[in-house]
């Protein structure tokens, strides 16, 4: 029988058409389909090792698959125009320890062609001022973190893909950060977020509960708690999981 692909708006930015993906000689993805919206905060919520990091590496086209098709704004995934319209940010920050902020975002803005005074205006985004000149690898983790953010955001992406971008931050750094998310969505950003926290879903437009390797539902918070009869989010997403199981 084919999966059914959740759909969460009549715009897609991203379609994925019977993903498998095999890593290790497992089975991490075995069948899933999905779409997600233009211009909103998409969450990608579920436990640690469900297979969110596999399935953001494969939309933005740096892990092999064994099946299925994913398409971004209506290309591959993968395919070099792409590298100009989607910013991608990892678990583990992805820039150079050895460079200063400054240097590391003047180096990818001269890759991926942005303006010089994109460099400021991002720092300032992520609230780094005051460690611009500093080598990354002096930096705590959450600057790092917020290191790599900025380089996602140096050129202006109109997909921004976020791999656990609030770990290690404090509460104050990510309530901002979830405004400044909500911000680029506001302006035609299409944002897809992974968290394990079911704390963040409420940030989210809109939600994908996944769990081994399947999306559970796409919903929105409000559909997630009237489906459920549920307001705290998390008992919401443990009533999804065990439906899915009856």
């Known amino acids: 029988m084919q999966a059914r692909r959740p759909t969460l708006s009549a715009v897609t930015t991203i379609q994925i058409e019977h993903l498998r993906v095999v890593r290790g000689g497992r089975v991490v993805i ?3 389909s999905l779409e997600v919206a233009a211009g909103r905060v998409t969450g990608l919520l579920g436990p640690s090792g469900c297979g969110k990091s596999t399935l953001m590496r494969s939309i933005v086209g740096v892990q092999v698959v064994a099946g299925g098709t994913v398409t971004i704004l209506g290309r591959a995934a993968g395919d070099p125009t792409l590298r100009r319209d989607v910013g991608y940010v990892t678990q583990a920050p992805s820039v150079y ?14 890759v991926t ?34 290191v790599s953010l900025a380089t996602a955001l140096v050129h202006r992406p109109h ?6 971008p609030t770990i290690g931050l404090d509460p104050i750094l990510r309530v901002e950060l979830w405004q400044a998310f909500r911000e680029l969505a506001a302006n035609g950003v299409t944002l897809l977020v992974s968290s394990h926290s079911m704390d963040e879903a409420a940030e989210c437009d809109d939600l994908l509960l996944m769990r081994k390797g399947a999306i559970l539902a796409a ?7 009237a489906s459920t009869g549920e307001n705290d989010l998390g008992r919401a997403f443990l009533a999804v999981v065990r439906g899915s199981e009856a």
């Open 159 to 164: 997909v921004l893909v976020l791999d656990e």
């Open 30 to 32: 075995p069948d899933l």
């Open 97 to 110: 320890a050895d460079l200063t902020v400054t240097e590391n975002l003047r180096y990818f803005a001269s």
């Open 113 to 146: 062609g942005a303006p010089p005074s994109r460099i400021g205006e991002v720092i300032a985004q992520v609230a780094l001022q005051d460690a611009a000149g500093q080598v990354v690898d002096s930096l705590s983790g959450g600057q790092r973190t917020r």
């Open 219 to 225: 919903t929105t918070p409000a559909g997630l708690r």
